[in-house]
T-cell receptor, first 113, second 114 residues
Framework: AQTVTQSQPEMSVQEAETVTLSCTYD???????LFWYKQPPSRQMILVIR??????QNATENRFSVNFQKAAKSFSLKISDSQLGDAAMYFC??????????FGTGTRLKVLA | GAGVSQSPRYKVAKRGQDVALRCDPI?????LFWYQQALGQGPEFLTY????????KSGLPSDRFFAERPEGSVSTLKIQRTQQEDSAVYLC????????????FGPGTRLLVL
């Protein structure tokens, strides 16, 4: 069965600094999709970034980038120039391309002024 | 619509009561998903609709849970005879097509069963 593990329940970062959130997953599939979602206290989940497993190039969206290591089954999120508005729960999610997402347990990110 | 909306945002129920949670997906989105998010956990899949057809209900925890989407847009998740373990946030998401597509989430309904 596919699983997603986020081993960091909570992380802190100083404003303007860089932080990396970890995610590992377990699957026997070769084609799949990986996502990072942000969930602010208002609870609406927002897509931060997505990665297709067949693409070797790491996805980037402005200050957000991923380090996708397919062989190691690792998918970490790097947030550069952290801002106060980045404070939220971050969830890593996996999908085989069918409709089911499998989520990790989340990492709470605190941004310190 | 501008985004996925859910109502009510908060619901308190006495154990044994029936509740109905509503989801309005983004206009034109074919796929609709329900998730249950327990405190401190990630969302867990409950059920999936493609238009009005419920193609997967394997995540529904018991036969007290029922979901419908009769006209292929608005969906209702109904929980009968609520139990304390049903307390959670119920998230609805929609996507334009199938799941390689990004899922867009609503704000959730926080259900507290006393």
């Amino acid at each position: 069965a596919q699983t997603v593990t986020q081993s960091q329940p909570e992380m802190s970062v100083q404003e303007a600094e860089t932080v990396t959130l970890s995610c590992t997953y377990d699957t026997s599939e070769s084609d799949y999709y990986l996502f990072w979602y942000k969930q602010p206290p208002s609870r609406q989940m927002i897509l931060v970034i997505r990665q297709e497993a067949y693409k070797q190039q790491n996805a980037t969206e402005n200050r957000f980038s991923v380090n996708f290591q397919k062989a190691a089954k690792s998918f970490s999120l790097k947030i550069s120039d952290s801002q106060l508005g980045d404070a939220a729960m971050y969830f890593c999610a996996y999908s085989t391309g069918t409709y089911k997402y499998i989520f990790g347990t989340g990492t709470r990110l605190k941004v310190l002024a | 619509g501008a985004g996925v909306s859910q109502s009510p945002r908060y619901k308190v129920a006495k154990r044994g009561q029936d509740v109905a949670l509503r989801c309005d997906p983004i206009s034109g989105h074919v796929s609709l998903f329900w998730y249950q998010q327990a405190l401190g956990q990630g969302p867990e899949f409950l059920t999936y609709f493609q238009n009005e057809a419920q193609l997967d209900k394997s995540g529904l925890p018991s036969d007290r849970f029922f979901a419908e989407r009769p006209e292929g847009s608005v969906s209702t998740l109904k929980i009968q005879r609520t139990q304390q373990e049903d307390s959670a946030v119920y998230l609805c998401a929609s996507s334009f097509a199938l799941a390689a597509e990004t899922q867009y989430f609503g704000p959730g309904t926080r259900l507290l069963v006393l």
